[in-house]
Structure formats: structure tokens, C-alpha cells
């Protein structure tokens, strides 16, 4: 729609002393945090064999064909003659020769992370194939489907622009259009496009035009100096991403239900972390 192109209109802060109500800003990212799964690339399937399988149960009967093509093309290798020239059987509607390899397992693309501006981590899911602005919106949309009132006043993400014009291009009258604001959090803002119109009228983190009076404050410093600052911390999904980094190479050799099981176990953990740090702080 033309009105995500035109500048957004002014909102009035409430006047001094009188109550703000609760702006609530929840802050998303993608971790490259992953687990072996069925090798075929739109198969979501766990594997049979997490030590050395590449298949799911639906798939299983596949192994043989490409075990034995596999011995074939080393046949072929020993072979003297300096050409190779391997027939690979059809997978399924498509030809052998577009067939990509199943020598080794799969693995899932990412997980997607959700938390508030305090570091409380919210939830969690898992893309299989890609870091997709429906995909995304899909995640949006489960973890909030029981509790729509709850829906966050912010969401800061990196690619929120692209996310919005999903949105938009979908579904215009979309409750998350009515209820929630999606912004670039403040890094990523640094190298998104000036000439993407709808990035900076709608996702910009920090205006000064008064279009968004709860993302930014106005501080007094010691010396009675006026400056404005940002109202919330949008980077907490990349602290939290940067701690879970640590788990990284003994989650990529579990299961998917160890795997589930020890990333719920983390958030638990982190939001135990989170919450001591604010009760010191008062």
C-alpha cells in the first residue's frame, strides 16, 4: 500500500507526569546454530542413524541406490582411463544429473531467537532451509498465536523492512500492521540502503521527527546539557547469540531431540541469568 511510502505521521508524547502506559520491545535474530537431518534438502525428517546415516525413516530406501552409485563412481576413478562418466539414477521427477549429492547428512539452516529489550529470552524455532521473510513471519505468528494481547509494541529485527513489505504485500490488514512496529535494529540499520524508502520512513530505529517519541529519550548529563538517547537496547539477540556460541559444536553433533531438549534448557538458564542481573541492578 501507497501509505507505507509516505512519511509517518507525528505522535505527541504524554504531557510531563502523566502516565506513559507500557511500551514493550522484543528484539528477534537468527543464530547459525544446527543439527544433522535427512540429507534430500526438503526433507525436515531426523535421521535413523545420527552416526553415520544420511537418511530419515521415509527415506531409508534411498540409501542403497546412492550407496551403490557411490561404489560405482570409485570404480570409475580406479579405472586408468582419465575420464569419468557416472549415470546417476532419477530421484523421484528429477533426473539423475541434477540430483545433488547424498553422501552426508543434512543439516538445518538456523535457529531463530526472540527476546525483550531486558534480555529475557521469549522463545525459540528452528529454519530448515533458509532465514525467509515467511518463514520468519510464520515463527511470529506461532509464538504469539495463544496470546495475542501480548503481542510486543516493537519488534527490532535486521531485516524488519523486508519483513514489513511481506507483511504488507500479504496481508495489508494484518493485526501485526495494527498492533506492532517493525524496526532495523541499531547496527544492522547502519548498512541498509538510504534509497530504500520504506526502510527509513518505517524501520528507522532512532527518528527525531516525533514519529516514534518511545524509541528515544531526551537526558539531562551533569552539566545540564540535553541529548537524546535510545529508549531501548535493540542488540540483545546478538548478546544472547553470542553467548549461546558457546554451545555451538556440542549442540551440532546431537540429536533434534537432544537438540530441542538442551537449547530450551539454555533459554531457561539465560532467563535465570537475566533475571538475577536485574534484581542486583533493582
Not at 545433488?100 to 527476546?115: L, M
Not at 541529548?227 to 556440542?250: K, P, S
Amino acid at each position: 500500500p501507497l501509505q507505507f511510502l509516505q512519511q509517518p505521521a507525528q505522535q505527541e508524547a504524554p504531557p510531563e507526569g502523566a502516565s506513559h502506559g507500557y511500551i514493550c520491545l522484543s528484539v528477534m535474530d537468527g543464530k547459525s546454530l544446527k543439527h544433522r537431518k535427512c540429507t534430500l534438502v526438503d526433507c525436515q525428517g531426523p535421521l535413523v542413524n545420527y552416526k553415520n546415516g544420511r537418511f530419515c525413516d521415509l527415506h531409508l530406501d534411498m540409501r542403497d541406490i546412492y550407496e551403490n552409485t557411490h561404489e560405482n563412481s570409485n570404480q570409475h576413478t580406479n579405472n586408468s582411463s582419465p575420464s569419468l562418466n557416472v549415470q546417476l539414477p532419477a530421484l523421484q521427477d528429477t533426473p539423475g544429473y541434477k540430483v545433488v549429492h547424498t553422501f552426508c547428512a543434512g543439516t538445518t539452516y538456523c535457529i531463530q531467537t526472540v527476546q525483550w529489550a531486558c534480555k529475557t529470552p521469549i522463545s525459540w524455532r528452528k529454519c530448515y532451509k533458509w532465514e525467509s521473510s515467511p518463514q520468519v513471519l510464520a515463527i511470529l505468528d506461532t509464538i504469539w498465536a495463544n496470546h495475542p494481547e501480548s503481542k510486543p509494541s516493537f519488534i527490532a529485527y535486521d531485516d524488519a523492512c523486508d519483513l514489513l513489505r511481506h507483511i504488507v504485500t500479504q496481508d495489508p490488514n494484518s493485526s501485526w500492521l495494527q498492533n506492532t512496529k517493525f524496526i532495523v535494529d541499531a547496527w544492522h540499520y547502519i548498512g541498509h540502503q538510504a534509497t530504500d524508502i520504506l526502510c527509513r520512513l518505517w524501520c528507522n530505529p532512532a527518528r527525531t521527527n516525533r514519529s516514534q517519541p518511545d524509541l528515544i529519550l531526551t537526558e539531562v548529563d551533569e552539566e545540564r546539557n540535553s541529548h537524546t538517547t535510545r529508549a531501548f537496547n535493540t542488540e540483545t539477540a546478538e548478546q544472547l547469540n553470542a553467548w549461546l556460541e558457546g554451545f555451538e559444536a556440542h549442540l551440532s553433533q546431537m540429536t533434534d531431540v537432544n537438540f530441542d531438549f538442551f537449547i530450551h534448557v539454555l533459554f531457561l538458564l539465560f532467563t535465570e541469568l537475566t533475571e538475577n542481573r536485574i534484581s542486583k541492578k533493582g
